[in-house]
């Protein structure tokens, strides 16, 4: 952006509508919020569409640590409205998706390909409060704040996609599918006619079974305890389903592998039990890619001979071994070419005073992803 275009947009404090969390375990409050002055290097957006994360809950019920108040939501896309300075590479106007990992380009695990577990990443989210809300200063949680009608992020946090591609469904691609998809296919590394078992079928857990068809996996075999929710799997591509309360699901899983296990186990729950299950199903050699937020306290034990006979890799996957600026518009090129189907992940739409019953809805397994859609500004600000 040349410094004419920023000069030429108001830098003072913008107040709008966000959902404010004050405490764990209580209600979000929409509340009018203030964002601070643009700094250096960072960007206003618009928020056009917000997807509610299972990882929004678990910062809600306080499994992830976040210091309130402060405004939830990390999965999101909208449009460029202000930059502050030193901003080179974002017009206004532009279609952006919004990342919680923000890579510096420049430090080891970057320099590695590794931009995922950049050191500096997340600066932004833990740099201090970025706003007023009821004369309170706000943090913004994991540095995107999507739960608001706009937001302040670094220009590295806000990915410039096509313009023709429908934002709504771009919201999606900044966690659940490059976290679902790239778990496949950049940790897991799923190969042609490989076998997998995804344990989980939310947001996440669905885009991992995307990736797996979008992979070529012979046997897509997804795992829940919720069965309403096998349909869906199998409208996102699952071949075989497991209805985890209705019996052993690793005997289940191995029944439809001749008693082997699959080549990757993908586990997208976050307890030790499932992760426990994931590690079960796969076969001798095979692959167990944890993808689920779990809690720290909650502990995973597995007896150290079968690490060694078994001789299968444990692995994490964070994000989805994604480097925002590369996969997030491969993820849109493909969502355009009708490879990866973006619409059967969501389940409903909503507005954003209805965030807390999405929260409940998550939890009790009756939806696999709410999206939050906000509606255009009256005066037309950020339109394009």
Avoid at 11 to 23: C, L, Q, S, Y
Avoid at 217 to 232: G, N
Avoid at 362 to 368: F, K, P
Avoid at 376 to 384: L, S
Wanted: a negative charge; one cysteine or more.
């Amino acid at each position: 952006m040349h410094a004419k275009d920023a000069e030429a947009r108001p830098t003072g404090g913008v107040g709008m509508r966000a959902a404010v969390f004050r405490e764990v375990g209580a209600p979000l409050r929409v509340e009018e919020l203030e964002l601070a002055p643009l700094g250096r290097g960072m960007v206003r957006i618009r928020i056009v569409a917000s997807g509610v994360c299972h990882s929004d809950v678990s910062l809600w019920d306080g499994t992830i640590p976040q210091a309130a108040p402060a405004v939830l939501g990390h999965e999101g896309a909208g449009v460029v409205v202000e930059a502050g300075p030193d901003v080179t590479d974002l017009t206004l106007g532009d279609h952006v998706v919004l990342t919680w990992v923000a890579p510096c380009r420049h430090c080891f695990f970057c320099l590695a390909g590794r931009a995922e577990l950049c050191e500096h990443g997340m600066d932004h989210a833990f740099a201090g409060p970025y706003g007023k809300a009821s004369g309170d200063e706000v943090f913004c949680a994991l540095g995107t704040g999507t739960f608001a009608e706009e937001t302040v992020v670094p220009a590295a946090a806000a990915i410039r996609i096509d313009p023709e591609f429908p934002l709504e469904l771009a919201a999606l691609v900044g966690c659940a599918v490059v976290t679902g998809v790239g778990a496949v296919v950049n940790t897991a590394r799923v190969a042609l006619g490989e076998t997998v078992a995804i344990v989980g079928c939310g947001g996440v857990g669905l885009a991992a079974v995307q990736g797996a068809r979008l992979a070529g996996a012979a046997m897509i075999v997804a795992v829940d305890r919720v069965a309403t929710k096998f349909d869906v799997a199998i409208a996102n591509g699952a071949t075989h389903t497991v209805d985890a309360s209705a019996g052993d699901p690793v005997e289940a899983v191995r029944a439809l592998t001749g008693g082997r296990g699959v080549d990757h186990a993908i586990e997208v729950v976050g307890t030790s039990s499932t992760i426990l299950q994931a590690y079960a199903m796969a076969r001798r050699g095979g692959t167990v890619t944890v993808v689920g937020a779990g809690g720290f306290a909650d502990m995973v034990s597995i007896p150290a001979m079968n690490l060694m006979v078994d001789a299968k890799r444990l692995q994490g996957s964070v994000y989805g071994g994604t480097d925002p600026a590369r996969d997030i518009p491969r993820m849109i090129a493909l969502a355009a070419a009708g490879a990866l189907d973006l619409e059967r992940l969501v389940t409903t739409r909503i507005a954003l005073d209805d965030v807390n019953d999405a929260f409940r809805v998550m939890l009790t397994g009756e939806v696999a992803r709410s999206l939050i859609v906000f509606p255009a500004p009256a005066d037309g600000r950020g339109a394009t």
